[in-house]
């Protein structure tokens, strides 16, 4: 678990074929102490684990899974990225809760100077879309932003000087892909929801919702 706080940055600075998946050797711009082979680190929002650790250098493997859902599938050796270390429970949260499972990609359309600040459209498809509210939570390549507004098919936020300055956000080019968490609140309520309506069907029906009609679109008959 991780709270959208970047820690620092770093540079990829080597990329590994391993198959369908691939091994990242990272270099961290700050101390990785106490950082050990088995822990969770976020890199650029996507929770991986450390296979390889040598000061402030260290190695994450990513499955074929993490490469289709994030941005990592394109990237290139030298690129900067956001660093976050597993949150301890006996920190303060100033972020939000990050599981650092990322839901998918969002593309920057625009950004916009606004007095001190820099407002940045993101386009995201409805899928993600469906999980936002003004002023609630998303992480953008592991940072922890408030939605400032939703449209049909885009989101804004805010990055202040301190952000764009001590994160890759502030580099970011119209058209650059990010990875995307939506705040997972919204989608257990969906579930418990969905799952309540369900129920509330088979009490006034007496039947199961698992029928010959939902045994076939599942591929059972």
Excluded: W
Excluded at 13 to 41: C, H, P, Q, W
Excluded at 108 to 114: A, R
Excluded at 125 to 145: C, F, H, N, Q, W
Excluded at 188 to 194: C, G, P
């Amino acid at each position: 678990m991780f709270t959208g706080i970047i820690e620092g940055l770093g540079t990829i600075t080597t990329i590994k074929s391993m198959g369908l998946a691939k091994r990242f050797i990272i270099d961290a711009d700050f101390n990785l102490e106490k950082t050990r082979v088995g822990d969770s680190i976020a890199v650029n929002g996507a929770c991986l684990t450390v296979v390889g650790i040598s000061g402030k250098r260290f190695e994450v493997d990513l499955s074929p899974e993490t490469l289709s859902k994030t941005t990592f599938g394109r990237v290139k050796t030298g690129e900067r990225i956001n660093i976050e270390r597993a949150l301890k429970l006996s920190n303060r949260v100033d972020g939000h809760l990050v599981s650092g499972h990322i839901d998918g990609r969002g593309i920057i359309k625009q950004q916009e100077v606004l007095g001190n600040s820099i407002r940045i459209t993101v386009a995201v498809p409805e899928t993600l879309l469906r999980y936002m509210i003004p002023k609630g939570s998303v992480a953008v390549d592991g940072i922890s932003l408030t939605i400032n507004r939703c449209g049909e098919n885009s989101f804004d936020v805010s990055i202040i000087p301190h952000t764009a300055k001590l994160t890759t956000i502030g580099f970011k080019k119209n058209g650059d892909s990010i990875n995307i968490e939506t705040d997972m609140v919204g989608k257990y309520i969906e579930r418990f929801m969905m799952e309540k309506t369900d129920r509330t069907a088979q009490q006034k029906t007496g039947k199961s919702s698992i029928g010959l009609n939902f045994l076939e679109k599942t591929g059972f008959l």
